[in-house]
């Protein structure tokens, strides 16, 4: 018998309004083999989630309900042996060169832009998705 946590990608969600929350984890979802995990409102509740939910993937937005997405980013940065070696990519408004330059900096593996991103971020996860066999 197989294992289903090792063909499972498993996200967390970091986005401060609730109603791209739902949007998003409808889309990802429906992409076989993905699990969103758990979802957050802001940088401490991320932190806190992050350390009980095992997670291959963080999506995270910069600008949250509460702190911020770059520290969320920090943490998993500077902090691997404590969360693991897991990718995180930035999906939000604010795509700046100086942002982007940023993101890179705390090892953010991709950058995606609200107003036009989505679709290359579900393509992102997709391509991200353990395959059987």
Known sequence: MQDKTAETLRILLVEDSLLLQD????ELEE???VKVCARATG???AIE??????VDLAIVDLELSEGT???????LHSLPERFGTLHAVVF???GHLSVRARCSALG???????AVGTDALIDYVERLV???G
């Open 23 to 26: 949007m998003l984890t409808e």
């Open 31 to 33: 992409i076989p083999g």
């Open 43 to 45: 940088e401490q509740e």
């Open 49 to 54: 989630l992050l350390e009980v939910h095992p």
């Open 69 to 75: 997405g770059f520290g969320v980013l920090r943490q």
């Open 92 to 94: 939000s408004s604010y």
């Open 108 to 114: 953010v593996a991709a950058f995606f832009d609200k």
């Open 130 to 132: 353990p395959k059987a």
